[in-house]
């Protein structure tokens, strides 16, 4: 697949509660290798959007295309299972466990069915090695043998992506990574996702605009349930549509 090839496409994606139209006829792309951010006014539809993507929420009409195959119909643990993944959707984390055994835990579920072939977990040295490299991305490795009880809250959401990205998803949902974190773990965040960026196909919802426009590749904005624009960051930033959208609000960019 060349890097300008679709990951996910959605075509004329409609969602209505009652008389409301939140998703209305929703075209998205999201190509290979790209960090795809989803902006838009509270209540414009983003996790509406997003939950109709991961398969919580069945849409009204329109079609969700994964990976080249239509999964419109296919429930959340099997777009899970083809790669497409959402970061909290990853089973519960154990507190028992230490946060290296978590992640190779989701790195073992990924691959197979999760303790069909019981070993003890850490000499599958495949996986340890996936979840080491996960934790070193989320900057977890110093709290590898850390039962996860012990973490703090923003330890805790780093070791939901650690999760997610030893699943080794094809598309990672992450919505609002940074909610409720400090502004140090926030950029912990930032910086993660910097370094992710080009390895890991991403669509990302997050209300923090200066992260976003630091980090997206292409952004959509979502305004009523409708796609208004996809642009780079330059081109969103300087769309009078968007700017108008957004008056009133902290500048964006
Ligand atoms: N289950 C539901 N039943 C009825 N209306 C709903 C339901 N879920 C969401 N809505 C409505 O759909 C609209 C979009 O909501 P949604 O939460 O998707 O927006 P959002 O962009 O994620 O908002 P925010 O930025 O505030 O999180 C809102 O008007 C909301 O009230």
Redesign the pocket.
């Known amino acids: 697949m060349s890097k300008l090839s679709s990951m996910l496409r959605t075509e004329k994606l409609v969602k209505r509660?009652?008389g409301?139209l939140?998703?209305d006829s929703v075209s998205l792309d999201v190509r290979e290798g790209e960090l795809h951010a989803i902006i838009?006014?509270?209540?414009?539809?983003?996790?509406?959007?997003?939950?109709q993507l991961s398969g919580e929420l069945q849409s009204n009409s329109g079609k969700v295309l994964f990976d080249g195959a239509d999964v419109t119909a296919i429930p959340i643990h099997h777009r899970a299972r083809r790669g497409l993944l959402r970061s909290y959707q990853i089973t519960s984390i154990f507190e028992g466990f230490t946060v290296l055994e978590n992640t190779v835990l989701s790195a073992m579920g990924a691959k197979e069915h999760a303790f069909r072939f019981w070993k003890p977990m850490l000499a599958r040295e495949d996986l340890v090695a996936t979840a080491r490299d996960a934790l070193e991305i989320t900057q977890l490795s110093a709290l590898a043998d850390v039962p996860a009880a012990e973490l703090a809250y923003g330890q805790r959401r780093q070791l939901e992506l650690a999760m997610a990205l030893a699943a080794q998803p094809k598309l990672l949902l992450l919505d609002?990574p940074m909610a409720g974190m400090s502004v140090q773990e926030s950029t912990g965040v930032v910086e993660m996702l910097k370094r992710l960026k080009g390895k890991q196909t991403i669509l990302l919802?997050e209300?923090d605009m200066n992260a976003v426009f630091a980090l997206a590749d292409r952004i959509t904005v979502?305004v009523y349930?409708k796609a208004m624009i996809s642009g780079t960051p330059d081109e969103i930033r300087n769309n009078p549509e968007v700017k108008t959208v957004y008056l009133g609000d902290e500048a964006i960019g």
């Open positions: 509660y009652g409301l939140v998703t838009g006014p509270n209540g414009a539809g983003k996790t509406t959007l997003i939950n609002e919802i209300h979502l349930g």
